[in-house]
C-alpha cells in the first residue's frame, strides 16, 4: 500500500516542478488576470496565460510529441504568423490609408523603434540576427516578431520575443498615453483633423494588388506576410467572396489564435524563460516601443508644424503595429483633451501604415542577412 501511494505522489506535478516553474506559474496568473478582469487584449492573453500554465505545470507537453509541440511547429514554419495577418487584411479597411497617404510617412517614422533596439541589442553582446528578431518587438507585432525569428534561425529565442511582443500589444493602453501626452502639449491634443475623401471601391481593390507587386518586387521575402494580408484585404474589398472574408476574419482568425496564442505561451518553461537574455530581450523590446511611439509622435508635430496645425500629432503614436488598438489609444487621448475631438480613422492611417513598414522592416533584415 506504501508503495502504491509513493507511486502516486511520484506522478503528480509536485514531485517535478522547480522554483522556476512555480514563478512562471505565478506570471501566467497575473497574465490570466490583465487579460480576464482588465481586458487588456483577452484574445491574446487567455490562450498565450494558458499555454504559459500547462507547460510549467506539465512540461513534456511541449516536447517531441506533446500537443503544443506539433502547435509550435505551424509557427515555426510560419504558417500560423502568415494566416493571422490574413485575418488581419480581411478584417481592416485600408480606406483611412488611402485617403491619406501621408499617413506612410508617420507609420514608418515609427519604425524607428525597430532600428534603435537592433543597436542596443548588438551592444548588449546579441549577434546580427538575434539582434534583429529581437528589434521587430518595437513595431508591437507579434505575427512579425515570431516570423521572423523564425526565419532567422532563432528558435531558441522565439518564446521571450514572441511573449515580450503580444505583452506589449496587449499593454498598448498603459505604455502609450504617458509618452504621448509627455510630448504634446494639451492645444496639440486638441487638433481637430479635417474629415478624410471618400475612396472609391476601385481605389479598394487596386491598393492592395498594387502594394503586393510593388513591395514584393523590391523584398520578395516579405511575401508570407504582404502577400497574406494584402489577400485578406482583397477578400475583404472585392465584394464578390463573402465567404471567405467571414471565413478569415471569423472562423480561421480565432482558430489560428488559439493555436498560436497557447504554443507561444508553451515556450516559456522555467528553463527557456528564466535568464538574462529573456530579462534584456523584455527591456529591449519596451525600449524600442517606446522610442517608436515617441517618433511616430514627434514626426506628427512636425507635420502638424508643416501643414499649419492641421495634424494632431497623436495619431503619430499609431504607427505601431497594434490594429487597432493603438488607433483606439490615439482616439482616447486626444477625447481626453477635447470629447468632441474624433481621431480614430485618422489614426487607422498611420496604423495600416506600420503593419506594412514592420514587414517591409523585418524583410530587410532577411534581405541583409541573405535569407
Known sequence: MAQ????????????????????MIAVALVFMYLAVAKEYEPLLLVPISFGMLLV???????????????????????????????????????????????????????????????????????????????????????PTSIFLAGKLGQTALMGPIAVAAYSYMSLVPIIQPPIMKLLTTEK???????????????????????????????????????????????????????????????????????????SVGATTSAEAFLNWD??????????????????????????CVLTGGKVNPLIGSAGVSAVPMAARVSQKVGSEADPSNFLLMHAMGPNVAGVIGTAVAAGTFMAIFGV
Open 4 to 23: 502504491v501511494l509513493q507511486n502516486l505522489v511520484g506522478q503528480t506535478a509536485f514531485a517535478s516542478l522547480t522554483v522556476g516553474n512555480y514563478i
Open 56 to 142: 510549467n505545470i506539465y512540461p513534456p507537453i511541449m516536447a517531441e510529441g506533446g500537443l503544443l509541440h506539433y502547435f509550435y511547429l505551424l509557427d515555426e514554419a510560419s504558417i500560423l504568423p502568415s494566416l493571422i495577418f490574413m485575418g488581419v487584411g480581411a478584417m481592416t479597411d485600408f480606406g483611412p490609408l488611402i485617403a491619406n497617404p501621408k499617413s506612410f510617412l508617420l507609420g514608418a517614422a515609427a519604425q524607428f523603434g525597430i532600428y534603435s533596439a537592433y543597436f542596443l541589442a548588438i551592444l548588449m553582446n546579441f549577434n546580427g540576427k538575434a539582434a534583429a528578431a529581437i528589434s521587430i518587438i518595437g513595431g508591437a507585432d507579434g
Open 188 to 262: 496639440e491634443r486638441q487638433i481637430k483633423m479635417e474629415q478624410l475623401r471618400p475612396v472609391s471601391k476601385t481605389e479598394k481593390i487596386l491598393f492592395p494588388i498594387v502594394v503586393t507587386v510593388v513591395v514584393c518586387l523590391v523584398l520578395p521575402t516579405t511575401a508570407p506576410l504582404v502577400g497574406m494580408l494584402m489577400l485578406g484585404n482583397l477578400f475583404r474589398e472585392s465584394g464578390v467572396v463573402k465567404q471567405l472574408t467571414d471565413t478569415a476574419s471569423n472562423a480561421l482568425m480565432y482558430i489560428v489564435v488559439i493555436l498560436l496564442g497557447t
Open 278 to 303: 529573456t530579462i534584456k530581450i523584455v527591456v529591449l523590446g519596451l525600449v524600442a516601443f517606446a522610442v517608436g511611439t515617441a517618433t511616430g509622435v514627434i514626426f506628427g508635430k512636425i507635420m
